[in-house]
DNA sequence: ATCAAAGTACGACTGCCGTCAAACTTTGAT
DNA sequence: ATCAAAGTTTGACGGCAGTCGTACTTTGAT
């Protein structure tokens, strides 16, 4: 199978890239759940309500975008929010996104 | 015509509805364009390419989510950016996205 | 060797969003 | 009174993004 796929670099983040990922809810979900957990997540692990395949092009366009970083582990996927590097690239920015405040809305 | 349009109060500010209103470029253009005049600004002096009834669709959905405020002067339409309600809702989203840092991506 | 588990890849479908043109409204100036 | 300027409204169109099911692949356990 696809040993590690492609990540981009720090260098290469995009602020539309990486809006258009965290616009949608679940994706929006999948990052506050590793926010929140402070460790690494396997794709199956998370709590979301679509199917497999639709799970897998979120964890797709996230990694696309910088947000995560994947990794296998055995027949597992596991997923890593790569915050210091989006903290360098957009300061600010998932704070904002993950603060209890912003949460609760 | 419709006098003032009606806008929401801080209270009813929906965070998956600003990040709706934000990840268009043409809308994060509008939003960036009036914090850094710092000013309010008419809509026909937006620096922006799209037509008139396109432009008037954005404005809309920056109003309803919150992020300006609008009110006639004459014939024109002025242009208020909801920086402290803003703030006021979703500490230093604004921030992150109106950042030099940011602007550069 | 077989099987189940965990994801991926690939089409296909659907709904929505950004876009525009055209017609209309309101206001201000001539 | 007329006209031009500034937006709005409405309807239509096109494209894309999120969704799913099915088939496939890889890995680990039995």
């Known amino acids: 199978m696809g040993r590690t796929p492609p990540h981009p670099e720090v260098s290469q983040f ?51 975008a910088g947000l995560i970083r994947q990794h296998y582990v055995g027949t597992s996927r596991m997923n890593t929010l790569r915050r210091a590097e ?10 904002a996104l993950t603060s209890p405040q912003a949460q609760a809305r």
Do not use: N, W
């Open 14 to 64: 995009g602020l539309q890239q990486v809006l258009e990922a965290l616009v949608d809810p679940v994706r929006r979900s999948i990052v506050t759940q590793l926010d929140a957990a402070g460790a690494d997540i396997k794709c199956g692990a998370f709590d979301m309500a679509v199917s497999k395949s639709t799970a897998t092009h979120h964890f797709k366009v996230l990694r696309e």
């Open 86 to 95: 989006m903290d360098e690239a957009f300061p600010g920015l998932l704070d």
